[in-house]
């Protein structure tokens, strides 16, 4: 579980994250505007959370950019603590929040399907 915390600490200054825990399950939350479901994905493997987003922007074609301080993309690695198991995983996003629900149980690799709230 530190591991977890640590890593989570790691990631771009733009991505806010935080992590609740129940007596049956972890939750992941990590906020990424302009990502949906179709854009975003995540995997449970050799036990590590993968977790690669890309997130939409539309501008407006009188503005142009003065700063861009948020990423368009991300790719990342979790480690988890080794009493998670990516079989009951879920995921889901709404309107640029990901809530990632990881059941406490023996872990195995699986694809964890992202679906719109």
């Given at each position: 579980?530190n591991a ?33 479901a179709e854009?975003v ?11 690669e987003?890309r ?14 301080e ?7 690695e979790?480690p988890?603590?080794?009493h998670?198991?990516?079989d ?7 309107r640029?929040?990901l809530e990632?629900q ?6 195995t690799?699986?694809?964890?399907p992202v679906?719109d709230?």
């Open positions: 579980m977890l915390r640590d890593a989570l600490r790691d990631l771009p200054e733009t991505v806010f994250a935080d992590l609740l825990e129940s007596d049956d399950a972890y939750l992941l939350v990590l906020d990424l505007p302009g990502a949906t854009t994905d995540v995997a449970v493997e050799e036990g590590r959370l993968r977790i987003a997130r939409e922007k539309s501008l407006p074609t009188e503005f142009r950019y003065l700063t861009e948020r990423s368009l993309f991300l790719d990342a979790l988890l603590p080794p998670v198991s990516g009951q995983a879920e995921a889901t996003i709404d640029g929040v990632i990881l059941p406490k149980a023996g872990a690799g699986t694809s964890v679906e709230a």
